[in-house]
């Protein structure tokens, strides 16, 4: 589990349609959980352990590091934004309780999650998801030679 945080908060608010009144914490536990489960499926250990190092270190932005830069700006950020909303709906819309699964409604009394609905949300936000999904992984395929993290790995 990572630290390091590829999108921010504000971007998740400012391209879905997440309101300004969910809480901190969801928006960055579903951050993490996009960027530890769907992300390194897609990038590999090593190359996420380079952006995160490079991140860390303040140092994406540099020209040798411009490679790295236009991964995450281009590629990497789009598919987040909706592989954390898709974690993230769990914990928005429908609730664990002693009871069942219960949908908050603001006050102290919640309802009965429509489960129906809720998969049509979840399905058309993953849709999302695998389609830039789909572009990140492309454009890695292209642009291997420029991530030598890619083919470093020895495991089998």
Do not use: C, H
């Not at 928006?27 to 990038?43: C, F, H, P, W, Y």
């Not at 090593?46 to 270190?57: F, G, H, R, W």
């Not at 009394?109 to 998801?129: F, G």
């Amino acid at each position: 589990m990572t630290n390091t945080f590829l999108i921010s908060e504000a971007q998740i608010r400012n391209y879905t349609d997440i309101e300004d009144n969910i809480d901190s914490a969801l928006i960055k536990n579903g951050i993490r959980e996009a960027q530890d489960i769907k992300l390194q499926t897609v990038l590999g250990t090593l190359l996420i352990d380079k952006l995160y190092s490079l991140v860390d270190a303040g140092t994406i932005g540099d020209s040798a590091n411009a490679a790295y830069k236009t991964l995450l700006d281009d590629y990497i950020q789009n598919m987040l934004i909706y592989a954390a909303y898709w974690y993230i709906l769990d914990s928005i819309y429908i609730r664990s309780r002693n009871n069942g699964l219960l949908i908050p409604d603001g006050g102290e009394q919640s309802i009965a999650a429509d489960r129906s609905m809720y998969n049509v949300k979840r399905q058309a936000v993953q849709n999302k998801m695998e389609f830039y999904s789909d572009l990140l992984t492309d454009f890695i395929i292209e642009e291997q030679v420029n991530y030598p993290e890619l083919n470093a790995s020895n495991k089998l």
